[in-house]
């Protein structure tokens, strides 16, 4: 897969263990402040889906994208396999 692709169909990854992080946590939370966090959460992931579905339409479009990607979408490059910038506090 190219790595562009591959950047998308982790990104499509991610939304989804946002989202089950967001819906496990509003049913866990105890606090209006984490309703607030969950809420947050679930909406960005929703708003990044649709980017990246809109993003893979246009690879689709150019030809960049096999239907082989499909079956293993972000799979071939874990996300924590990659260097990533120390955060600092």
Do not use: F
């Not at 993003?55 to 799979?75: N, T």
Request: proline share 3%; charged share 30%.
């Amino acid at each position: 897969m190219k790595p562009c692709n591959d950047n998308i169909a982790q990104a499509l990854c991610l939304v989804e263990e946002m989202i089950q992080l967001a819906d496990q946590g509003d049913a866990e939370r105890e606090d209006i402040g984490c309703g607030i966090l969950y809420g947050v959460i679930r909406d960005s992931a929703y708003k990044i889906k649709q980017l990246a579905a809109k993003e893979k339409a246009a690879h689709i479009k150019k030809g960049w994208w096999k239907k082989e990607c499909d079956s293993d979408e972000g799979l071939s490059r874990p996300l924590s396999a990659r260097s990533a910038p120390a955060m600092s506090d």
